[in-house]
């Protein structure tokens, strides 16, 4: 099918085109409270053409095997918005030279070796155990998901994926009287079903930790010293740094054009983050993005200066920059835009108990309940927090919100950890209307002066 579809398009009059087709195979059970929600599995055969021709692109979507009709098209689509109808001219960066490869991502135990029969009752068993009296609502998902992506374009490559995914998010929801406090994980990434089994501890101790929110104090509002743990830190620089790093971001807004520019001190020189899509696994894994780029390792701060940035052909070839392999969709009804894949801020030298030790009175704010960014500002909630007193961890806090700006909190990191962690788990990251897009987060834990956290 690869040298068809290749064929086909080496055929085409335009200036560049691609072919997907994906063939899904997907697997999801929710228990919610006390009983099974939805029992769902689901086969489905997809894809698109893009054409860039005369300055603009053409796009069209099928689930029928007619590839002929839908270049056409696209084709004419493209027509529409080219340079002789007036429209503005589009050009890309070309990778050059053809990628001819297959990729198949390795698991332990295939999802499809499992029943229905065991998987549900793999997500019951979890559900089971968040059961208790002060528990209101509890709730459990499990999912795993193949996919073959074959992709073809007119520079003669051809590339087939076979990636293999199973996660579990689990976790429940304490209540005494209007004090309502939650406790959830969520586990995910290129696998299969040895990466769900054995946490029976981790859903005992997200149970344990939403009834202890109840009996926590709350903290008085003001500025902290303050010990973010991996999964906030690379929450954190995802959210409030990296999609400002999104060329596609940046090329439609002049005034972040003015602050992101290359070369720009943000950070201390212990501070490195990057983007790599090549590291097998993880959830954001992406060896070839869907314009057939090959992942590499993206430093987005280098030695605390703003060294680059993530690019589709398109941002490249506007912005005369390097292909980043940054361009994804959710599926193939969807046309790739400029994403993150597995984006955290590299590991220091420093110990836990070293960037402990540095804190005489302040906070160790753990995990990631929800936020908000716009543009520069951010609002976070962390999912638990301890008072910290003479680099001794205390009381148990709740509802701890950080917020600021996010260059300015880029400043003001005072030491970064040696024990870098990697995140992944079920929902993933949202742009643009495309949603659940799997990626990772990730980062040591780090020291951050002048944290504006809100309390009583």
């Not at 055929?11 to 691609?18: I, M, P, S, T």
């Not at 406090?181 to 981790?202: D, I, K, N, P």
């Not at 002049?254 to 899509?277: A, H, S």
Request: proline letters at 3%; charged letters at 25%; a negative charge.
């Amino acid at each position: 099918m690869l040298t068809e579809l290749r064929d086909r398009l080496v055929r085409l009059a335009a200036d560049y085109g691609e072919i997907h087709v994906e063939n899904w195979s997907t697997t999801r059970i929710v228990y919610a409270n006390q009983s099974v929600d939805s029992v769902s599995t689901s086969r489905t055969s997809s894809g698109n053409v893009r054409v860039l021709s005369n300055g603009g692109w053409g796009f069209a979507s099928f689930n029928e095997p007619d590839f002929g009709r839908y270049l056409l098209a696209a084709q004419e689509n493209a027509s529409l918005v080219g340079r002789r109808r007036g429209g503005e001219v589009t050009g890309i960066r070309k990778l050059g030279t053809p990628v001819t490869d297959t990729i198949v991502t390795s698991c332990e135990i295939q999802p499809s070796a499992w029943s229905l029969e065991q998987k549900n009752d793999l997500a019951r068993r979890y559900n089971e155990l968040l059961q208790h009296p002060r528990i209101a609502s509890t709730r459990v998902t499990y999912m795993d998901w193949q996919v073959e992506k074959l992709f073809a374009n007119t520079e003669g490559s051809m590339i087939r994926q076979v990636k293999t995914f199973a996660g579990v998010a689990f976790g429940g929801m304490a209540r005494d009287g209007t004090n309502v406090q939650q406790a959830f994980e969520s586990v995910g990434q290129y696998g299969g079903m040895e990466l769900v089994t054995g946490h029976e501890e981790r859903v005992e101790a997200a149970k344990k930790r939403a009834l202890d929110l109840l009996d926590a104090k709350k903290l008085e509002s003001g500025s902290y010293r303050v010990l973010l743990d991996p999964n906030l830190a690379g929450v954190f620089i995802h959210e409030a740094f990296g999609h400002l790093s999104e060329a596609d971001f940046l090329h439609e807004n002049p005034k972040m054009q003015e602050v992101m520019v290359l070369g720009r001190r943000f950070g201390p020189d212990f501070l490195n983050v990057i983007d790599d899509g090549s590291i097998p696994g993880l959830a954001g894994y992406t060896p070839y993005d869907d314009e057939g780029v090959p992942a590499r390792r993206n430093w987005l701060i280098r030695e605390g200066r703003l060294t680059g940035r993530l690019h589709s052909r398109e941002t490249a070839g506007v912005m005369r920059e390097e292909l980043t392999g940054n361009a994804r969709a959710v599926g193939a009804g969807y046309q790739p835009i400029v994403r993150m894949t597995n984006t955290f801020i590299d590991r220091g030298s420093k110990s836990f108990e070293e960037l402990l030790s540095t804190i005489d009175d302040g906070v160790y704010a753990i995990d990631y309940l929800g936020g908000m960014t716009n543009l520069e500002m951010f609002t976070f909630s962390a999912g638990h927090a301890y008072r910290v007193r003479n680099g001794k961890i205390c009381e148990l806090l709740r509802d701890v919100v950080l917020s600021g700006n996010v260059f300015t909190t880029l400043g003001d990191i005072a030491a970064v950890g040696d024990d870098l962690e990697h995140f992944g788990g079920l929902g993933g990251c949202g742009k643009a209307g495309q949603g659940g897009l799997p990626v990772s987060t990730g980062s040591p834990h780090i020291v951050v002066n002048d944290v504006l956290i809100g309390g009583v």
